[in-house]
């Protein structure tokens, strides 16, 4: 059996269960704010992690991935949003798809700030007191850019995708959208191929180096 920072799986999933929480709020708030009240009705704008979380794709998946280092894809509840609701139908809804993502990035920007204000990093000072909350930063910064990055792949159903829909034209947005019912599977293809490093590692570290941490 591999050896298991249990400490490590459960910081991580904590991590990952909020920032979940956050961006399917974000989703949930904007969608709001230009118009359409469904996900508010639904009690989705929240940072209460139950109304988000499904129990396999938020929970059992994350941690099996967790703790095996399986690349397994995890997923939460998706926030309904009823477009003919929005003010502007499609260029609302990029902004909702993509408010999910850029809420990772304020998240990751927030914890590299306050990274650079502690006296030591989580690989230095291990006995100090501040070394935990250095662990949880870094943590939080490198997830949530892997998160957003992620997301923004153009297939849908992920955000990239929705946001992609939203700029085709309205003939050619319906041709890309008969892509969603094959879209985990072009995820795990994507995960198995060349494509995996150009379009989510490379702009992971990219977005690493440009934040402010030490």
Partial sequence: MPD???????ISF?????SLTVHETAHAWTAD???DPTARRLGRVSLNPAVHA??????????VALITGVGIIGWAKPVPVQTRQLGHPRRDYI?????????NLILAFAAATLLTTLPVSPAVGATTSSAPVATILVT??????LLAVFNMVPIPPLDGGNVLAGLLPPPLAS???QLRRYGFVLLYLLILTPGFDILVVTPYRMILSWLPAK
């Fill in 95 to 103: 902004l909702v798809a993509a408010a999910g993502p850029a809420s």
């Fill in 140 to 145: 939080t910064m490198r997830l949530n850019v």
């Fill in 4 to 10: 298991i920072n249990f400490a490590q799986v459960f």
């Fill in 175 to 177: 041709t890309y959208n």
């Fill in 14 to 18: 904590a991590v990952l269960l909020f």
């Fill in 33 to 35: 704010r230009l118009g």
């Fill in 54 to 63: 499904d129990p396999i794709g938020t929970v059992l998946f994350p941690l």
